[in-house]
């Protein structure tokens, strides 16, 4: 049995999260395999989040909450504990998202972030931060699937992705992983504000081939671009800047499926990772 270590709760949002989450354990008289047992999670998830071992998800935060009786105490804070675990540049980008009225976004060799199962992620993650801790790499996890929070608003933003077909081919996290993943993609590209287009391989060179772009535009400010290298992310404001690569998506959209197609394709590399 995971053994409980003595938590400051000042040292982060995830630790504050964890002594909140054994006190009012403690308050209903729980041990934290009786937790366990009602929320149908494991002991060993519920050790993890009381010593910030591990930041809850975001269904596991809602169980919680409602389990414990909490009042939304514990779900107003994990947002909080995803946005910690960010560098401070994707906060920046994570607050854009959030005023765009829509997004262009193009990948070459990965699923989109906006559209990634938790599996799929933690996969990307653990291969991407070789040197980070389970500790940091579950923080970056539960980021990520914040970030998709985004796409189920009330009031979304229209998000257009263009996706090289290798993206659907590289086996990231396993087969299983990526039959979840790409039904992932099918589910998405059913909803009313996404569009999923897939740029074949059999059309070649492309114009997209140096890397991913994300266009966020807005309702009465100027596009931005933010592009991704392997250390950081760069948001550009500059029309001068701007504008060659708005039209190099254009670009790309001319080589991509309709949506139909698109559909059929992933549909049919979903069925090969069975």
């Not at 060993?44 to 596991?60: D, H, M």
């Not at 569009?195 to 070649?204: A, E, K, M, R, S």
């Amino acid at each position: 049995m995971p053994a409980t270590k003595e938590l400051d709760p000042s040292t982060s949002v995830a630790a504050y999260w964890g002594a909140e989450l054994r006190r009012l354990r403690e308050a209903k008289g729980w041990s934290q395999q009786e937790l366990a047992k009602r929320i149908a999670y494991s002991h060993t998830l519920v050790c993890q989040a009381e010593t910030a071992a591990r930041p809850p998800s975001k269904p596991f935060a809602e169980r919680c909450d409602e389990i414990l009786e909490a009042g939304g105490a514990l779900m107003n804070l994990w947002p909080l504990i995803t946005r910690e675990a960010s560098p401070a540049w994707v906060r920046s980008l994570l607050e854009l998202e959030q005023e765009a009225r829509s997004l262009r976004n193009y990948e070459v060799t990965v699923i989109p972030g906006l559209l990634q199962t938790e599996d799929y992620a933690r996969a990307l993650l653990r291969a991407g931060q070789a040197f980070d801790d389970d500790e940091q790499i579950e923080k970056l996890v539960a980021a990520r699937m914040q970030r998709k929070c985004l796409l189920d608003r009330p009031d979304p933003p229209t998000l257009l992705v263009l996706l090289d077909e290798s993206a659907l081919l590289r086996p990231v996290g396993g087969r299983q992983v990526m039959r979840d993943q790409l039904g992932c993609l099918l589910a998405a590209a059913a909803r009313p504000r996404i569009t999923i287009q897939v740029i074949p391989l059999d059309v070649g060179a492309h114009p997209g081939l140096d890397g991913p772009l994300l266009i966020l535009s807005f309702k009465t400010s100027p596009d931005m671009v933010y592009m991704e290298n392997a250390e950081d992310g760069q948001l550009l404001a500059d029309p001068a800047r701007v504008y060659p690569l708005t039209a190099r998506f254009d670009a790309l959209r001319s080589y991509a499926l309709p949506q139909t197609a698109s559909a059929a394709l992933i549909e049919k590399r979903m069925r090969a990772w069975t």
